[in-house]
């Protein structure tokens, strides 16, 4: 007989005083056909979010010492008592038939995994501009029928699954990539993740140039970590463009080739050339996004220079940080 869906909800918070009332407020509105429960767990937090949540019946609350998402959404799955555990982060608020998207595709048996999708209602300029990337690479994953990753921010797996693979890799200590390790390892085994651009959930991005860039520097650094574990994946997934890589690779050229110029001064045309290849690779998704935003648009090659050195940096740092780690083993 197929298996009864039922879901369990996780979210993990870290002082999240500010959104998790939003958060709860859009999970117990859910209109869905399927059983749930609400699992909130609270990693360590040390501002008001445990009294918020006890405000919300029927929301199990769940308390430990700050140990990072990953142990705080693994501690949720080992407490879900339903055949799916869904997780979403505690500043998302759910549209009104998110579960019920996210567990629908689970209905076929072959599936293990659905990932849902971000929407975001801001008007500041960084935040439109980090939705916009997200939204390219989602029309991506939606061209494929099954996917290699799905991001924990709304994310649901057969629990059978979840706990085969043991859950999320609590070696990565933020927010940091066990997702993308997490969702290597399903496919990897041969099970089947779907894409459901129908599962929405509204989020708030960051709103600063910097915080923006501080992102893309440590997901650039922890990329490493994923990449050790998953050799093959360094071609290529079904999330990942390929014009990022090829951006990476041109600031490494450039800087060797400044480098160069040190000591044979022509090396400073290649340098120019290579500057100039960089800012028209970021043509293509500037010209997207100009159809969609305007300023966007506009800006997008700058953008896409500055992100490229900065995901650089968080590479060479995140090298370097991975073989300092296996000296000390």
């Known amino acids: 007989m197929p298996e009864k869906i039922n879901a369990s909800i996780v979210v993990p918070v870290h002082n999240g005083g500010k959104t998790i009332a939003a958060c709860l407020e859009s999970l117990l509105g859910q209109k869905t056909g399927y059983p749930y429960e609400i699992i909130v767990v609270n990693d360590g937090s040390t501002d008001n979010t445990a009294e918020l ?3 919300f019946k029927g929301v199990k609350l769940i308390s430990q010492r700050q140990q990072g998402p990953a142990a705080a959404r693994n501690n949720g799955a080992r407490n879900a008592k339903n055949s799916v555990v ?3 982060d ?16 689970l209905e076929d048996e072959s ?30 994953m939606a061209a494929r029928k099954f996917i290699d990753f799905i991001g924990s921010f709304s994310a649901s797996y057969r629990k059978s699954v979840f706990q085969e693979m043991n859950g999320f890799d609590t070696s990565f200590p933020t927010a940091s990539g066990e997702d993308t390790d997490l969702s290597f390892r399903i496919a990897r085994k041969g099970y089947k ?3 459901n651009p129908r599962a929405v959930v509204v989020h708030r991005h960051p709103s600063s ?3 923006y860039l501080k992102v893309k520097f440590y ?3 922890w990329r490493v970590k994923v990449y050790g574990k998953h050799k093959g994946k360094i071609a290529g997934d079904s999330y990942t463009g390929q014009a990022v890589k090829a951006q990476i690779g041109l600031v490494f050229l450039l800087a060797v080739s400044l480098a160069a110029a040190v000591f044979v001064p022509i090396a400073l045309y290649a340098a120019g050339l290579l ?7 970021g043509m293509p998704f500037a010209a997207w996004a100009f159809r969609r935003d305007k300023a966007v648009g506009l800006a997008a090659p700058f953008v896409i220079v500055a992100r490229s050195v900065v995901f650089s940096a968080g590479l060479v740092l995140g090298i370097v940080n991975q073989l300092r780690s296996r000296g000390k083993q």
Not at 90 to 105: F, G, H, R, T, Y
Not at 134 to 139: G, L, P, T, V, W
């Open 53 to 55: 949540v006890k405000r």
């Open 86 to 88: 869904v997780f979403v």
């Open 90 to 105: 505690s500043d998302c608020v759910a549209e009104e038939n998110w579960l019920q998207e996210m567990l629908k595709p």
């Open 111 to 140: 599936i293990a995994g659905v990932q849902g999708r971000y929407k975001s209602l801001q008007r500041e300029f960084v935040a439109r501009l980090i939705q916009l990337e997200i939204e390219q690479r989602h029309d991506k």
């Open 193 to 195: 993740l779907f894409f």
């Open 209 to 211: 140039f910097y915080k």
């Open 219 to 221: 997901r650039a650094f």
């Open 275 to 281: 500057a100039l290849l960089l800012f028209l690779s």
